[in-house]
C-alpha cells in the first residue's frame, strides 16, 4: 500500500505545472488564452490617440479652409460694394466652366449668371442714358449703349476692381490663358451683375453699374462711330461678304410704326433690332451683331 501511495504522489508531482518552466503560463490553467495583457492594451490606446489626433488635426483644417474661404469672399465684396446674403451666387459668379468636375453641370459656373447679368446691364445703362442725355435721339443712344455694354467696357471694369486673380479656372482654362482673355473678364464681371441682381434685386445691381458706369458714359474714350460701318469693316477684314438687312416685322400704326430687322452674315445667326424706322432698327441690329461676337472696336472705336 505504501509504495502504491508513493507512486499516486509521484505522478501528481509530475503533471504539476511550474511556474519556473520556459513558456508556461503562471495564469494556471483556468486562464483564458484570448485574455488581453498590459501590452495589447497599451497599443489599443495609442491607436485611439492616433485616430482622435487625427481627427482634430483635419477639423482644424477644415476650420482653416472655411476662414480663409469667408475672408476671400469678404474681400471680393468690399471691392464689389454690395454684401452677399447668399455667398455662393458670388462664387459661382467667378467659376469659369473649366473647373467644373463634370461639364454636364455647366449651370454651377458663371454661364447662367452671366446671361441674366447681360440684359440686367442694358437695361440699366439704358436707363442711365435715358436720363443722363434728354436731347440725344434714339440712334445716339443705342450707340452709347452698345460701347457702354461691350466686352470690352466690362473687362475693363473687371480689371479696376481687381477681379482678374479671383477667377476659378482648370487646368484647361489656365493653360489655354482664359484668365488673361477679355472676353472671360468681361462674362464674370456680367455674371457679378447678374448676382448683385439676384441677392440684393434691381437697385443693388443699379448702384454697383452706376458706380462703375456713370464716368465712362460721361466721357467716352474714342470718337462713336456708326455700327453699320463697324460691322461691315469687320466683315471684309474676316472675308465677309457685306452684310445683308431685312425687314422681319413691321407694327403700330401708320404714324408711328415700329421696325424689326435682322441682319446676316454667313456662318453666323442673324442677329436683330428694333427700331422707329428701317435705318435705326438696322443699327441696333449691327450693334447686337458686334457686342455678340466681340467685335475688336464695337461701335465706339475710331
Known sequence: MIDDATDIQTTQAATAPNPDAPGSDARGPDASASEPVAGDAGQSLKKKRTRSGTKAKTKGAEKGEKAAAKAAVAAIEARIGHSFADPSLLVTAFTHVSALKSTKKRGDSYQRLEFLGDHVLGLIVSDMLYRAFPSADEGELSKRLADLVRKESCADVA?????????????????????????????????????????????????FVER???????????????????????????????????????????????????????????????????????????????????????????
Request: proline letters at 6%.
Open 159 to 207: 480689371k479696376s476692381l481687381g477681379l482678374l486673380d479671383d477667377i476659378k479656372l482648370g487646368a484647361v482654362g489656365a493653360g489655354a490663358g482664359a484668365r488673361l482673355r477679355k472676353s472671360v473678364l468681361g462674362d464674370v464681371c456680367e455674371a457679378v451683375i447678374g448676382a448683385v441682381f439676384l441677392d440684393g434685386g434691381y437697385q443693388a445691381a443699379a448702384g
Open 212 to 302: 462703375n458706369w456713370t464716368e465712362r458714359m460721361h466721357k467716352p474714350r474714342r470718337p462713336l462711330r456708326d455700327p453699320k460701318t463697324v460691322l461691315q469693316e469687320w466683315a471684309q477684314g474676316k472675308g465677309l461678304p457685306t452684310p445683308v438687312y431685312r425687314e422681319v416685322e413691321r407694327t403700330g400704326p401708320h404714324h408711328d410704326p415700329q421696325f424689326r430687322v435682322a441682319v446676316d452674315l454667313p456662318g453666323l445667326e442673324p442677329a436683330e433690332g428694333v427700331g422707329g424706322s428701317k435705318r435705326a432698327a438696322e443699327k441696333v441690329a449691327a450693334s447686337v451683331m458686334i457686342e455678340r461676337e466681340g467685335v475688336s472696336g464695337g461701335s465706339n472705336d475710331g
